[in-house]
């Protein structure tokens, strides 16, 4: 097995170094720290262990690779201005399956669509991880994975990368229908993520402890508009949800990390395109509806003062 992993962040240097520690070639596209990563490797920080990520090969462009992977874990978040086809285009080859390990909704289309003979599997990670520094990653909690092809399905390079993520030691399950587990993932980044950064940059267990009845109303829209698509989500997947943050260290989101360094933030992926959705099927969804008006409104005011 042949890796490449575009997106040196949190989530790509962690799940590309449990596959890297089983003896698995991993490359990594690597941009604003290729200079550190070339020198240095990857730092890995977990609860119990502390390890060092050294890539098969670091890459300024997919064009200097040695050869074309069989896979590539695209690990980048979806935000104005990411060019995702751009990134891919000089890795992919005939036999290459493109692995999208991004948060949101509705975001594989256009990945499909340029690339319409490779497989694509779309991934969600259930984690917490953070990059703390260049080449420095911090793993708090948790690391699930779901794997599934696009639009659904298994195949069997599908069930081969799951069986590698499982023999790392983390949970990984192999999905059928992968739509419905990016609605199940919804249903926590919907509530957290922007309510982090509209809050002022507050951690989730303060969310959680002060405004609880507020996250489950959210989540329970993120269900509805689930279930109108035709993913309906399990009874209790706001109860479980609740009860999983409850247990979690107090935790910084993604979103609220990106705001504070004044990058764009996946307000278009994880809220508007579920809000559009919830509006185009009649789904009455009023407390997503402001939320994500306001997130339009802190990133305006972001803009205006960059």
């Known amino acids: ?23 698995i070639a991993v490359s990594v596209l690597a941009r604003s720290d290729y200079e550190h990563v070339k020198a ?17 090969q670091v890459v300024r462009s997919a064009a200097e690779l040695s050869e074309k992977p069989d896979y590539i874990l695209l690990c980048i978040k979806v935000v104005e201005g990411a060019d995702r086809i ?3 285009k000089n890795a992919v080859g005939p036999n290459t399956a493109i692995v999208l390990i991004s948060n949101g909704i509705d975001i594989e289309q256009e990945i499909a669509e340029a ?34 092809n696009y639009p659904k399905g298994l195949s069997e390079k599908t069930q081969a990368l799951a069986a590698a993520y499982e023999k790392s030691g983390i949970n990984c399950v192999a999905s059928e229908d992968i739509t419905t587990a990016r609605w199940q993932k919804c249903v926590w980044n919907a509530a957290f993520n922007p309510l982090s ?33 035709g993913h309906p989500l399990a009874d209790d997947i706001v109860e479980v949800n609740i009860s999983s943050t409850h247990k979690m260290p107090p935790y910084k989101t993604s979103m609220l990390l990106d705001f504070e360094a004044g990058r764009p933030m996946e307000t278009e992926a994880i809220l508007g395109n579920a809000v559009r959705y919830g509006l185009r099927l009649g ?24």
């Open 283 to 306: 789904v009455a969804i009023p407390h997503l509806e402001a939320v994500y008006a306001l997130m339009k409104l802190r990133e305006l005011k972001l803009q205006q003062d960059q």
């Open 40 to 56: 240095h490797g990857i730092q890995i920080q977990t609860k119990n262990d502390v390890y060092d990520f050294v890539p098969h």
């Open 115 to 148: 690339f319409p003979d490779n497989e694509l599997i779309s991934g969600l990670a259930f984690i917490c991880v953070t990059r703390t520094a260049p080449g420095k990653i911090w793993h708090q909690a948790y690391g699930r994975l779901a794997l599934g």
């Open 197 to 229: 950064v509209l809050s002022g940059g507050l951690a989730t267990s303060d969310i959680l402890n002060t405004q609880e009845a507020f996250c489950r109303v959210i989540m329970e829209e993120i269900a509805a508009i689930a279930k109108a698509s």
């Open 1 to 23: 097995m042949n890796v490449l992993v575009i997106g040196t962040g949190a989530v790509g240097s962690f799940y590309g170094s449990l596959l890297a520690r089983q003896g």
């Open 86 to 88: 751009g990134l891919l």
